[in-house]
């Protein structure tokens, strides 16, 4: 067991309190330290677990690591006996420093530089994802013994919220050609893996990408490979605010998900794994980040997006608007906004009956695109303020970038005793 490092940075209490107290008592103890930071509760991807062994008995759950890479969370994570999807030579080292099994690590990148493979290769990282013949090509070059998988891109309708498909994967129909080519090249083909995207938006995504990788299952028995894996990927809800991620719940994915895999994989003879990101460790992370400046401007002067003109969008009305810029922004821990502009909800400490204004939130940069949140209704806060947004674990920390060089929010983490026993006993 490797809790070494996270003994000495995880605070240990018997009752959790709400996390707003918990922001408020470190403000209280920093004085007048006023950078961002984060409050982790490993308690949270304790339960998560929980929640995943119940809801998917039958699924070993691979944490993507490029979700959230901070030391506490992959330590306990591997201490829980989970198994990692790696994406580079960095991430797979991270986690065998850890102590895991080189078995314990599917490399899920279908696009592996070559050094990489060999570090794979070198370290017995063997079971890995491709989906074209390039890729092909070179693990026989490379890596010829590697265990593969591959990856499709089902064809559904099905609402996702970031889709991966255009990138990743192979057509279902094209599959037969590539099976034909690790054939030629006397590879050991050993599974199906999909995505169905990140932030899964309807549970029939899942039925049809499962019910899609048996008809590729088959075309790879048929052709003599010892298929045995199959690997249904990532895209479930990890939040907890409601409406902000999806309005499905992990519960339900898992129910439609056992289903299917009942019906096209039933027995015990087909290995099942997934490759989980934000589920585990979106809620487990609050960031309070401090109000720097205030500007209030008139709704008229706003530049619009594709205008060179102050106000000449006629639906605007001249009223006030709040622009708060805060300490952290779209180049930290708020990368996703990029990408899912409604994605992240502003907490304050003013009271609830308080007057709302139209306010903007802005992060630190000199760059006009680091806007965090538009036409948010938020009380008159000002400079100095604090303010949190609940949710922040997936895709916040590895995303941070050193764009003009502002600070890396600092990080606290919690954690209940009775939680925390659950993994290491006393
Ligand atoms: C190959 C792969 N696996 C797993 C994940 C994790 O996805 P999620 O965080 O939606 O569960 C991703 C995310 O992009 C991915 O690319």
Same mark, same amino acid.
């Given at each position: 067991?490797?809790? =070494? ?17 918990? %922001? #408020? ?11 961002? !930071? ?20 039958? %699924?070993?759950?691979?944490? /993507?690591?490029? $979700? ?44 592996? #530089? ?10 017995? =990282? ?12 070179? %693990? ?21 919220? !970031? ?6 994967? $192979? ?33 029939? /995504?899942?039925?049809?990408? %499962? +019910? ?29 605010? #409601? ?6 719940? !992990? ?23 997934? @490759? ?23 709704? +008229? ?31 930290? $821990?708020?990368? @996703? ?7 992240? =909800? ?8 308080? +007057? ?40 916040? !920390? ?29």
């Amino acid at each position: 067991m490797t809790n =070494v490092d996270v003994n000495t940075r995880v605070e240990r209490v018997e009752k959790l309190p709400p996390v707003s107290n918990q %922001i #408020q008592e470190k403000i209280d103890a920093f004085g007048h330290e006023d950078n961002a !930071f984060a409050i982790g509760n490993l308690g949270d991807i304790i339960r998560k677990h929980r929640i995943w062994k119940e809801c998917f008995p039958r %699924i070993e759950p691979f944490y /993507a690591v490029k $979700c959230n890479d901070v030391d506490p969370v992959i330590r306990i994570l591997a201490d829980m006996g989970l198994s990692f999807d790696c994406a580079s030579k960095i991430e797979i080292q991270k986690i065998l420093d850890l102590g895991v099994d080189p078995s314990r690590i599917i490399y899920a990148n279908t696009f592996k #530089q070559s050094s990489f493979l060999k570090y794979a290769a070198e370290k017995g =990282v063997s079971l890995m994802t491709f989906d074209c013949e390039d890729e092909l090509e070179k %693990i026989k070059k490379v890596y010829p013994e590697a265990k593969l998988v591959l990856r499709i891109c089902p064809q559904s309708n099905y609402k996702v919220k !970031f889709h991966l498909g255009r990138k990743f994967g $192979c057509h279902p129909l094209r599959t037969s050609e590539l099976f034909q080519v690790a054939r030629r090249l006397q590879l050991n083909v050993i599974g199906v893996s999909f995505h169905v995207g990140s932030g899964c938006l309807e549970t029939g /995504a899942f039925a049809e990408a %499962i +019910e899609q990788s048996r008809e590729v299952f088959d075309i790879g028995l048929a052709m003599g490979f010892n298929m045995h894996l199959l690997d249904i990927g990532g895209g479930f809800p990890g939040k907890k605010i #409601q409406n902000v991620e999806t309005n499905i719940t !992990f519960k339900e994915i898992g129910r439609v998900a056992n289903k299917s895999l009942d019906k096209y994989f039933p027995g015990n003879n087909v290995r099942i794994i997934a @490759e989980p990101g934000r589920y585990y460790v979106a809620s487990a992370f609050t960031i309070a980040v401090n109000i720097i400046t205030k500007k209030i401007v008139m709704d +008229e002067e706003i530049v619009q997006p594709n205008s060179t003109e102050c106000g000449d969008d006629p639906t605007t009305e001249n009223k006030p608007v709040r622009m708060y810029v805060i300490n952290d922004g779209i180049y930290g $821990c708020f990368f @996703e906004c990029f990408i899912d502009p409604r994605c992240y =909800v502003p907490s304050h400490f003013k009271s609830i009956d308080k +007057e709302l204004y139209n306010s903007t939130i802005w992060g630190p940069t000199c760059d006009a695109l680091d806007l965090i949140i538009d036409n948010v209704k938020l009380p008159d806060l000002s400079t100095g303020d604090w303010i949190y947004f609940k949710d922040m674990g997936a895709y916040s !920390f590895p995303t941070i970038s050193t764009f003009n060089n502002m600070p890396r929010v600092n990080e606290f983490y919690t954690c209940e005793r009775q939680l925390w026993e659950e993994v290491y006993q006393p």
